[in-house]
């Protein structure tokens, strides 16, 4: 699904009311109606009492003035609305429509006359996608009260005060906290990034019917991968297939106490698909992994002379860093792991080695680095979020190097200057062991011969899909630990082999 910039939806909005047989006003009706839909079936909804509806000027205070209508019979419902002369022509008119269905919206002078009882919940519909500026003076202080008040609020399309795209120069304080944003026809990229995206709460998209062959035409480095958009770049196994045709793989790593780095990433790699695997690691690493997986083999460093093994096993692909630690016997490992234009995932300390020796021209278009943001600040240096998008998108066009920049929704960066924002993936996941996982199902994929990009993005999913798959068996995010991914990986390869 492709994530446009504001100025784009304004245009497909524009495209699809001179184009189909539909009008602006009822334009916001579908979208008023779709939004209520899925806010009827929240959890936020259920718990509550009554609602108050604030609505701004404009459109996005057009739909608020229309889903208070739509509420009215079911529910209490009092109605703020921004004081202005220059209201949209679709609010006006919905205005209109409300007074005549009964309801008096209260003009919103002044915070004094907003009130928020506790049992409540407030349907923010201040502003949406039309935000030319920071918010400040009244409607400032208004969402500066919404968020102090602990009132759970569902957004319209977008939380009042975000900006659909950069809010690099935007203060995050005039932001109105949401706990569910229900947002209309695309996702929007800040919903997507931290930290604006945390501002949102849970984002659910409805189809409000914008004209698709428009939306098509767009042009945007951005994209939203769900399992329709990896299921593309699966590629089921041969029947006839032997071990040698699943990918040879070397995994370098755990080293001392970080051991159980390379046992999670070598089951996950086994879990895979991978046909055979070396996993070259420390002492206790290499004594422990028979006992926890005896179907890698295990190869103690000290005893290992890393060119003379990589020229016997000629593997298909490598992964270096879980575990790896930064010591200069670690440096040398990777100084020579760089040298070989072999498929390479870099993770972990392999990152803080690269960011402490400043070898990130080093790399290049068989690399691909999972950096989750401090590594990835290491090496990149600090900016501004959306500078910083900007940043690691040029340089994977330049260096030719994918990135999986990880998190809430990893972006992945490809050379050809697309970024795919993963949809799978959970909050369970944010536990420790959880990206050597990652790196063990890349190096899998980068093994059996997915070129490098396709391997991050069904990597990448994968992952998620797993950690989502778990997360169902045991409805804990709590619980779910690291091993709960891999104990989970077939269920998300079945999602992907199911429909091919
Ligand atoms: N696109 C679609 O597909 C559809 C879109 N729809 C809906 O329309 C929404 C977009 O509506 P929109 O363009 O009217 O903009 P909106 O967000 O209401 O704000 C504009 C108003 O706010 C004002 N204003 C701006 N910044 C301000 C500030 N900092 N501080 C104070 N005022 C500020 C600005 O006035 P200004 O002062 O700039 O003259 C203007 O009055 C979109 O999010 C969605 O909900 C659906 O109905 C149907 C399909
Ligand atoms: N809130 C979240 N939602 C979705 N995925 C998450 C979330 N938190 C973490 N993850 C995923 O879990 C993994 C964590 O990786 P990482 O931070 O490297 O963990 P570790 O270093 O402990 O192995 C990443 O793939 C990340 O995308
Ligand atoms: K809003």
Not at 63 to 83: E, Q, W
Not at 226 to 246: C, E, F, I, N, T
Request: with cysteine.
């Amino acid at each position: 699904m492709k994530i446009l910039s504001a100025e784009q939806i304004r245009e497909a909005d524009r495209y699809t009311i001179q184009n189909r047989p539909i009008a602006s006003i009822d334009l916001m009706e579908a979208a008023a109606s779709a939004w209520v839909e899925t806010f009827l079936q929240s959890l936020l909804y259920s718990h509550r009492k009554s609602i108050i509806i604030v609505c701004g000027p404009g459109n996005n205070g057009g739909d608020g003035l229309a889903i208070a209508r739509m509420l009215k019979p079911l529910n209490n419902v009092t109605v703020y609305l921004m004081p202005s002369d220059n209201y949209s022509p679709d609010n006006l008119a919905n205005q209109q429509r409300l007074r005549e269905s009964g309801i008096q919206p209260l003009l919103l002078h002044t915070t004094d006359i907003l009130t928020l009882p506790p049992d409540a919940v407030l349907i923010d519909a201040l502003y949406g996608s039309g935000l030319n500026r920071p918010l400040t003076g009244l409607s400032a202080d208004i969402v500066r009260k919404i968020n102090a008040s602990g009132v759970p609020v569902a957004a319209v399309d977008l939380p009042s005060g975000m900006f659909a795209d950069s809010n690099d120069h935007n203060t995050l304080h005039t932001i109105v906290k949401a706990s569910l944003t229900i947002t209309f026809h695309l996702p929007k990229l800040a919903l997507l990034m931290m930290p604006t995206g945390e501002l949102a709460g849970e984002i659910k998209i409805v189809n409000i019917g914008l004209d698709s062959s428009f939306i098509d035409q767009q042009e945007s480095p951005h994209h939203l991968q769900d399992a329709d958009s990896v299921k593309v770049l699966y590629r089921p196994r041969s029947l006839w297939m032997h071990k040698g045709q699943a990918g040879r793989g070397l995994l370098i790593g755990g080293i001392g106490h970080t051991a159980g780095a390379v046992l999670l990433a070598s089951s996950a790699a086994l879990r895979s698909g991978i046909g055979l695997l070396y996993t070259a690691c420390g002492l206790r690493a290499a004594q422990a992994l028979p006992v926890h997986r005896p179907e890698a083999i295990a190869l103690d460093l000290n005893e290992t002379d890393l060119p003379d093994l990589v020229s016997s096993l000629e593997p298909d692909a490598i992964a270096i860093g879980p575990g790896l630690g930064t010591s200069q016997a670690s440096a040398e490992l990777l100084n020579e792991i760089l040298e070989y234009p072999i498929p390479t995932v870099l993770d972990a300390d392999a990152l803080n080695l690269i960011a402490k020796h400043r070898w990130l021209h080093r790399l290049g278009p068989n690399h691909l680095i999972t950096p989750h943001p401090k590594e990835a600040l290491r090496l990149f240096g600090q900016a501004k979020p959306f500078e910083f998008h900007q940043n690691l998108l040029k340089f994977s066009q330049s260096s030719k190097t994918v990135i999986a920049f990880k998190g809430r929704f990893t972006r992945i960066y490809t050379p050809e200057g697309i970024v795919w924002f993963n949809n799978s993936g959970n909050h369970g996941m944010a536990t420790a062991g959880s990206g050597d996982v990652l790196t063990g199902v890349l190096l899998a994929l980068l093994a059996a011969g997915y070129p490098v990009a396709q391997a991050a993005r069904l990597g990448v999913w994968l992952h998620g899909a797993a950690g989502d798959a778990a997360l169902l068996r045991l409805n804990s995010p709590e619980s779910l630990i690291a091993g709960d991914i891999i104990n989970h990986l077939h269920q998300a390869f079945h999602q992907l082999s199911s429909s091919t």
